[in-house]
């Protein structure tokens, strides 16, 4: 298998089922699939709330790259991006805290996470097997 992409661009809206399926089509391992579309989900809602204000005249961009040994999504909004400081990915002091675990969920659920240099571009990768398949 060589290099493919697709891009995907969309309203910002938080209807995301569609959109997540499209992203997910080549995950073909049900648990794989479970787990990516949870950090997924959580990665297209920050940029939908936190990157594009809820903004329905904004859009969501996403990239999806398969390569022989990853999947890789980069999430776009149209926002300011996200400071450094703010790119932390540990769980929030208080437990009745209502946000501050997408970030966390984010890290757990892909092998690797970036971030662009304006912090409104979010890079994520999952690893494939060497035949081509997810990891179980």
């Known amino acids: 298998m060589s290099l493919s992409w697709a891009d995907f661009i969309t309203p910002s809206t938080l209807h995301l089922a569609p ?14 699939q479970s ?11 920050n940029a939908v709330r936190h990157g594009n204000g809820c903004d329905p005249l904004k859009c969501l961009r996403v990239r999806r790259i ?7 999504w980069q999430v776009q909004d149209e926002g300011p991006g996200l400071s450094c400081q703010a790119r932390s990915y ?12 997408g970030l966390f969920l984010i890290h ?5 996470v970036r971030w662009s240099q304006r ?10 097997s060497r035949n081509g398949r997810q990891r179980p």
């Not at 398969?66 to 890789?72: E, G």
Request: charged share 20%; net charge negative.
């Open 66 to 72: 398969i390569t022989p040994r990853w999947v890789i």
């Open 19 to 32: 959109l997540l399926e499209l992203l997910l089509e080549p995950i073909h391992c049900s648990e794989q």
């Open 90 to 101: 540990g769980l929030p002091d208080l437990v009745e805290a209502v946000s501050g675990r």
């Open 119 to 128: 912090g409104n571009r979010l890079q994520l990768a999952a690893r494939r």
């Open 108 to 112: 757990h659920c892909f092998d690797d």
């Open 35 to 45: 787990q990516l579309q949870l950090g997924l989900h959580e990665a297209l809602v």
